[in-house]
C-alpha cells in the first residue's frame, strides 16, 4: 500500500482546507477492509490523531476538531478525505494519512503534507 497525501497549505483562521489521501494498489474489498485516520504533528510536539475511519464504519476525533473536521472515504478514488472547516492557529502542523490492515497489523503512512493557520 502506498500513500500519496496532498492539500495542505496556508490558511487565514476560520478558513476551510481540505486534504485527501490516495492510496494505491487496493481494490475496493480491501479499500474498505482497512482501518483509516489522520495524524497531525506540530512543531515540538508527539504526533496526535485527530480522525479516523474505521472499517466499521464508526468515525471520531480529536475533542479539538470534533464539529469543525470531517473525515470520508472516497470510493471513486480510493481516497480518505479530510475537510478542515473553521481553522484555528492551533491546527497548524504536518498532517499524516494512515492506514492500519486489521488481518496483518500492518501499518501505512503518507509523506505528510503541511497546513499553517495564520491568525
Known amino acids: 500500500v502506498q500513500l500519496q497525501a496532498s492539500g495542505g497549505g496556508l490558511v487565514q483562521a476560520g478558513g476551510s482546507r481540505k486534504l485527501s489521501c490516495k492510496t494505491s494498489r487496493m481494490i475496493l474489498s480491501e479499500f474498505w477492509r482497512h482501518n483509516m485516520g489522520w495524524y497531525r504533528q506540530a512543531p515540538g510536539t508527539q504526533r496526535e490523531l485527530v480522525a479516523i475511519?474505521?472499517?466499521?464504519?464508526?468515525?471520531n476525533y480529536a475533542e479539538s476538531v470534533r464539529g469543525r473536521f470531517t473525515i470520508s472515504r472516497d470510493t471513486t478514488k480510493r481516497a480518505v478525505n479530510l475537510q478542515m472547516n473553521s481553522l484555528k492557529p492551533e491546527d497548524t502542523g504536518v498532517y499524516f494519512c494512515?492506514?492500519?490492515?486489521?488481518?496483518?497489523?500492518?501499518?501505512?503512512w503518507g509523506q505528510g503534507t503541511q497546513v499553517t493557520v495564520s491568525s
Open positions: 475511519s474505521p472499517n466499521t464504519g464508526a468515525t
Open positions: 494512515y492506514v492500519h490492515d486489521p488481518a496483518t497489523g500492518r501499518e501505512y
